[in-house]
């Protein structure tokens, strides 16, 4: 496979690294608007002929186009801030070629009723194109990281393997993971932190569909396992609850993240005195943006790894019925800060959004996973995927939990 990927930032990186020297990769083009970032991220990986660089300007399809050509590739990995997902999606399009990214075109919340209906959805814009992708024979792999992507395939493995109906599909991110010697840092991108956390999140259920909620709602201390134990966790926006219900039939469908109490009192902060705009203000003779101006003064999570302390946990918490009694269960991917530093010298959110497009991947270019449209990884087998995982060593389980028990 020949890929362009866009963007190695934090996670980018992450990709180039973990896919450098697999046999199924012929050829990665390294493209960023800053070459010189590329060129650091290329000779990391230390093979010049397999990782090439090159500048892009991903708010532009048509130079994505051109660069997708030029290089001849077959898949245009999106790896940038969800600001310039579509420019991408539709350059890859214009290309005629396979795409795939880790999160899904960015929502606006409902013009007059934002906290109880819902306006444009996430990834509502690349599903209107579904069918031009099917047209012409190609797949977007839409939603392909840690989540959502594994966090799908997680609710895939329990719809194939574990139930006979399934009653929720509820997403936890928790955990212990923190950030020493900073009064405030984030895990991953400020800017996609503002974005989810404050932005109405979204909530599925048969009968109703999608209806929205106030950010942080419904706060609830869920039992995480590795004796990591409760943690509160709210309501926050994010793909699943707008990808599983498209392929995996259950009642209700909700993602919630632990943040605690002093980043939400932050990002509350921040949006009061208007720091969570992404519209252009002036400030004398420069027009800014406010996020941006949040983003260029927190600390870059690419920088952080040595910083971090504790485990990150993902997984998925499924209800349901099998052999005609009540199941509940948590599918789960964690790792541990440090180790994953010493492993692979990324830090753990990289690396864990990382591997999965890179699992992906090789799905992909063996033609184990096969498709043409907009898709996500709930539509597909999840058993080569978790297969993988087996191979390379990374971590996930499953623990059983005595119904009504998963929160405390």
């Given at each position: 496979m020949k890929v362009l990927l866009i963007g190695v930032g934090t996670v980018g990186e992450a990709i180039a690294r973990l896919s450098a020297g697999r046999p199924w990769l012929e050829r990665m083009v390294l493209a960023d608007h800053d070459i010189d970032r590329a060129r650091r991220v290329a000779a990391v990986v230390g093979d010049a002929a397999s990782h090439p660089v090159a500048r892009i300007d991903a708010s532009d399809a048509e130079a994505v186009a051109e660069l997708a050509r030029a290089q001849d590739v077959d898949l245009v990995m999106n790896a940038v801030d969800p600001r310039f997902l579509m420019p991408i999606f539709r350059g890859a399009l214009a290309a005629d070629v396979d795409y795939m990214d880790m999160a899904v075109s960015l929502s606006e919340p409902h013009p007059t009723d934002p906290y109880r209906l819902p306006g444009v959805k996430l990834g509502d814009r690349q599903f209107e194109l579904a069918s031009r992708w099917e047209e012409r024979g190609r797949l977007a792999l839409v939603g392909a990281g840690m989540d959502p992507g594994?966090?799908?395939?997680?609710?895939?493995?329990?719809?194939?393997?574990?139930?006979?109906?399934?009653?929720?599909?509820?997403?936890?991110?928790?955990?212990?993971?923190?950030?020493?010697?900073?009064?405030?840092?984030?895990?991953?991108?400020?800017?996609?932190?503002?974005?989810?956390c404050l932005n109405p999140p979204i909530v599925w259920e048969r009968g109703r569909g999608f209806f929205t909620l106030e950010p942080f709602s419904e706060p609830e201390r869920f039992v995480f396992p590795e004796g990591i134990g409760p943690v509160e966790c709210v309501h926050v926006e994010h793909e699943e609850v707008t990808l599983l219900p498209r392929w995996v039939d259950a009642r209700r469908v909700t993602f919630k993240y632990a943040l605690g109490d002093e980043f939400i009192g932050v990002l509350r902060t921040l949006h009061a005195i208007g720091l969570d705009r992404n519209d252009p203000i002036r400030v004398r003779d420069v027009e800014v943006r406010p996020r941006d101006v949040v983003a260029a003064l927190v600390p870059d999570p690419a920088t952080l790894g040595e910083h971090m302390r504790g485990r990150a946990v993902v997984g998925t918490h499924v209800t349901g019925?099998?052999?005609?009694?009540?199941?509940?269960?948590?599918?789960?991917?964690?790792?541990?800060?440090?180790?994953?530093?010493?492993?692979?010298?990324?830090?753990?959110?990289?690396?864990?959004?990382?591997?999965?497009?890179?699992?992906?991947?090789?799905?992909?270019?063996?033609?184990?996973?096969?498709?043409?449209?907009?898709?996500?990884?709930?539509?597909?087998?999840?058993?080569?995927?978790?297969?993988?995982?087996?191979?390379?060593?990374?971590?996930?389980?499953?623990?059983?939990?005595?119904?009504?028990?998963a929160t405390a």
């Open positions: 594994l966090s799908e395939v997680f609710a895939a493995h329990a719809r194939k393997h574990l139930f006979d109906e399934i009653d929720e599909l509820n997403v936890r991110d928790g955990g212990d993971l923190r950030i020493e010697g900073y009064r405030f840092a984030t895990v991953f991108s400020i800017w996609t932190t503002i974005e989810e019925i099998r052999d005609g009694r009540p199941r509940e269960v948590y599918l789960y991917q964690m790792c541990d800060a440090q180790e994953t530093m010493a492993r692979f010298g990324l830090q753990p959110v990289a690396w864990q959004t990382g591997f999965n497009p890179v699992v992906a991947m090789e799905l992909l270019a063996e033609g184990v996973w096969q498709g043409a449209g907009v898709l996500g990884c709930e539509a597909f087998d999840p058993d080569p995927y978790l297969a993988i995982l087996d191979r390379d060593g990374i971590h996930h389980a499953m623990v059983e939990i005595e119904p009504g028990r």
